[in-house]
């Protein structure tokens, strides 16, 4: 296949092509009329071979879309014409060119009539393309059908009708009927017939101990092949494939005791959806993860050997990367107490599928954009489905201030999403209020991993400046993409957006921790009293102070089963305050008992014990709260 796409690409894929000569007057057909369809996927070229013209023939020919955004483009070459030499020659030719400073796109449309005799894109006015050749000398010839480069770069695809006459003008009219001519047929050598074969790489583990791929739609007779073989690991693999509705069809070494795992199965009649398993054999768990080799195709079996080039047409449905992008913009609340989140977020997914690709031609243009019910719409007459998702630790429900969908005319697919809501997180408030708080949200793909999988979208995932977060200083954020086993029960793909956060220090400081510092101050400096009955009064005074202002911080707190670093503080502060009550009780009443002297000598050494007894207990908190805790 890739022998004729450099060719194609740049003799036929860049620029406008020949316009199609004058139809002749409308009249009765002549001449004979052969229409084909088929199928061509990105970068795919389809030839065909036209044998036995005659010279002085005219040859017509139209090509449509028939699904896709399929942009087709014909081209006519000699059929003695070698492809690699062709390609091989106009490679060196526009290398040349374009080294000798020639602009491109004037030497692709120099060469391409050097090296073809005719061809055409977009020549009936729209996407279709039609010539008119008139056959200069008897012999065979290639009929070259592909889909060209949309005005963005993309490859186009989708399935096509070729309309092929000899002395036939109502071709390029539309009004041409079939004959039982046969004109032109499929050239096997370049294009095979409905062939394809891929390999295809994986792993199973413990925790995922099956996987299946799903086959693309099949044709009545077609045989599909399978080769495994385990390349790493304890795996023992067996094969079963299944219906659409997961009917086992065909196994492999289900008994554990196959020397060569290997599966063919041939369709009766034309079906879509079936799949394919790999399991490891006989219910046994996997001791460590396994990584396997497979190879499938459809009607070629050299796949059985074990050693096959991919190639040909797709045979399996590959899951399909979709990016996630998710970006913080506003805290609306956080709720400690309850340790609920509430949230305003952006939500962008990005991904492929050919299903909802459309022809420009149809609305003159390259994007459409839905609301969530025509898109639901859209996909129902598609049948098709798309990365549906859940956030895992989402609390009630997501109100959605915008929901929209954009699709490109080749099935790239945007949607967006601004959304409320709450979700649910695991604070740890031990630390508190030093504690950097760790927020993490996920998003669980509804369906397996076998369809979807999550990857970063870059360029939209962030926390935005204007977050509104006035508790919590918000800065870097993590992302992580990883395959768990959900709530649903299935094997799917999770995107994880997390952030971790301290708290603003200055409420703290000056609303808690200097009144305790003051307080702490007003204990000590009593001690320099030496009137033991003021100092109880004060002391009193000040541990019914802090009572107070200990109840004034109660209604913040979040009500925990453990102590946090604060708690701890607090603790201390209302147990050191009382026993300054009773150290002063003490001192009074050896003063009563004539022990003046003794309670002097006491007092002046716990003048400096009291700070130090504060100063350790306080290292003594930091030390079990901050690192040995950790």
Known sequence: MRKWAILLVWGLFLLPGLRPLAAQEEGEQDGIVQVLHGRIEPGEIVLYKLPDLRQGQRLYVTMQNQSGNLDPIVGLAPGDAAPEVLEADFEAALTRAITQGEDPFTAVNRLRNEYFLAWDDDGSGGLAAAMEVVIPEDGDYRLMAAGSFSALGGQTFGDYELTIGLDAPLVLLGEAEPTNDRIASLDTAVTPINTGVEEISGALSAENSETFVELNAVAAGDTFYAYIETVSGDLNPALLLTDFAQKPVRSSNLNGDAGKVELEYTFPTAVEKYRLYILNCCGKELTSPSDYRLLVSINDPVVLSGAADPGGRNVVREPEEVKVGFKLEQMIDMDQQREILSAVIGLRLEWHDPALAFNPETCQCTFKTYTAPEFDALLIEKGA??????????????????????????????????????????????????????????????????????????????????????????????????????????????????????????????????????????????????????????????????????????????????????????????????????????????????????????????????????????????????????
Do not use: C
């Not at 999403?417 to 031990?430: G, I, K, L, P, Y």
């Open 385 to 630: 489905i798309w990365p549906d998702f859940t956030i895992l630790n989402q609390q009630g429900p997501r109100w959605a201030q915008n929901k929209k969908i954009v699709i490109s005319s080749r099935g790239d697919v945007v949607y967006f999403e601004r959304f409320t809501t709450d979700f649910q997180v695991d604070f740890n408030f031990a630390q508190f209020p030093f504690d950097t708080q760790t927020f993490i949200i996920y998003i669980d793909s509804i369906f397996p991993a076998e369809y979807y999988t999550f990857s970063n979208l870059k360029d939209f995932t962030q926390i935005s400046p204007d977050n509104g977060e006035d508790e919590f200083i918000l800065s870097d954020y993590e992302t992580e993409v990883s395959n768990v086993t959900t709530s649903a029960g299935t094997y799917s793909s999770r995107f994880t957006f997390s952030f971790s956060a301290p708290r603003h220090l200055d409420y703290y400081m000056f609303r808690i921790f200097v009144p305790i510092l003051l307080i702490i101050l007003v204990s000590w400096v009593t001690f320099f009293l030496k009137d033991y009955r003021h100092r109880i009064e004060i002391a009193s005074a000040n541990l019914l102070l802090f009572i107070a202002f200990s109840f004034s911080l109660a209604d913040n707190y979040p009500r925990l089963g453990y102590m946090t670093f604060l708690d701890a503080i607090m603790a201390i502060m209302f147990i050191v305050n009382s026993l300054v009550i009773v150290y002063n009780v003490w001192l009074k009443r050896l003063e009563m008992n004539e022990e003046a002297e003794k309670a002097d000598r006491i007092d002046s050494i716990m003048d400096w014990v009291y700070p130090i007894i504060y100063l350790v207990l306080l290292a003594g908190l930091v030390w079990w709260y901050f690192y040995y805790r950790v």
